[in-house]
């Protein structure tokens, strides 16, 4: 498949293009990831909630919760590729012209798509225990076992002390690269997977090599991100703050439902900015036959 290198700028283009998108199907695109942040947090509280009926305190121990934490992360993991799958079909129909639901969220189970996903995820898998070797390796290897003592504190209630690694700067480098690319390869297969119909193997490849031959677009992209991260996430925090003391005057019921909601469509608006943005990036990334395939419907800067 034809891979464009693309202009460094190109990486607001396609925040501003997720942005307009979002703007004009707010239900729709922001109903999507609503729907699929609600799917994660259910699917948490299926494997952590039977912990408090273990235990007499209310509150389960570390093994426990270290019990729960393994099979919940492998669920998690395999899960993620199928939703943000599903947010990319929408954000794909929307941005081409043909209507498309929230609930359009699950269209890939529907046509029978969920398998490469979740071999997408099996692969994320092999790369976080990749991720969990190269940390042991350049930050010590008694670093896991004091990062787990350091849980059992805080979950004792004592101050945490964070464990310091062997070589600090090397291993945040490391991980900056590790980060970087398998973001990429997890943004940039989805679409190939759903749209070029590409197999697992090409779709890891040509994701690979677009994250290299435009690393500069990629990388501005995700630094506006993270700066509207921060700003978002300062200003919900304010608004959560106020929401709370308002509430907690009426009951305290009241302030956690309004806490959840707030936290729901924080994560609903990111995720969708996310997957929108992505979208339009494989979309300029990956040649004129992809653009066509799109539409004529195109957001343009």
């Known amino acids: 498949m034809q891979i464009n290198r693309v202009p460094p700028h190109r990486g607001l283009a396609w925040l501003v293009q997720a942005a307009r998108l979002g703007l004009r199907h707010p239900r729709t695109i922001f109903g999507a990831g609503l729907l699929l942040v609600a799917t994660l947090y259910a699917t948490?509280?299926?494997?952590?909630?039977p912990?408090?009926?273990?235990?007499?305190?209310g509150a389960a121990d570390f093994s426990q919760l270290l019990m729960a934490a393994v099979p919940l992360f492998v669920v998690m993991v395999l899960l993620l590729p199928v939703l943000l799958g599903g947010l990319?079909?929408?954000?794909?129909?929307?941005?081409?012209?043909?209507?498309?639901?929230?609930?359009?969220?699950?269209?890939?189970?529907?046509?029978?798509?969920?398998r490469s996903l979740i071999l997408l995820g099996g692969v994320q898998i092999l790369l976080a225990a990749a991720s969990t070797l190269i940390v042991a390796a350049l930050a010590g290897?008694?670093?896991?076992?004091?990062?787990?003592?350091?849980?059992?504190?805080?979950?004792?209630?004592?101050?945490?002390?964070?464990?310091?690694?062997?070589?600090?700067?090397?291993?945040?480098?490391?991980?900056?690269?590790?980060?970087?690319?398998?973001?990429?390869?997890m943004l940039f297969c989805l679409p190939l997977l759903l749209f070029a119909r590409a197999t697992l193997v090409d779709a890891v490849r040509d994701s690979l090599k677009a994250a290299v031959r435009n690393i500069g677009a990629n990388m501005l992209a995700g630094l506006l991100f993270l700066a509207s991260v921060l700003a978002v996430t300062l200003a919900v925090s304010v608004v959560t703050a106020v929401l709370v003391v308002v509430s907690n005057a009426l009951h305290p019921l009241v302030a956690a439902l309004l806490t959840l909601g707030?936290?729901?469509?924080?994560?609903?608006?990111?995720?969708?900015?996310?997957?929108?943005?992505?979208?339009?990036?494989?979309?300029?990334?990956?040649?004129?036959?992809?653009?066509?395939?799109?539409?004529p419907h195109q957001i343009e800067l």
């Open 88 to 114: 990319m079909h929408v954000v794909h129909e929307a941005a081409s012209g043909r209507p498309v639901r929230a609930r359009d969220l699950f269209a890939p189970i529907r046509e029978g798509r969920m």
């Open 262 to 295: 707030v936290t729901l469509a924080y994560g609903a608006a990111l995720v969708s900015m996310l997957v929108a943005s992505a979208y339009f990036a494989w979309r300029d990334i990956f040649g004129p036959s992809v653009r066509q395939e799109a539409g």
């Open 51 to 57: 912990l408090k009926f273990d235990t007499g305190s």
């Open 141 to 185: 290897g008694d670093y896991w076992r004091d990062y787990g003592e350091m849980v059992k504190a805080a979950m004792n209630g004592s101050v945490p002390v964070a464990p310091q690694p062997a070589h600090p700067l090397l291993l945040s480098l490391v991980q900056l690269i590790f980060n970087y690319f398998s973001t990429a390869l």
């Open 44 to 49: 948490g509280l299926l494997f952590l909630v």
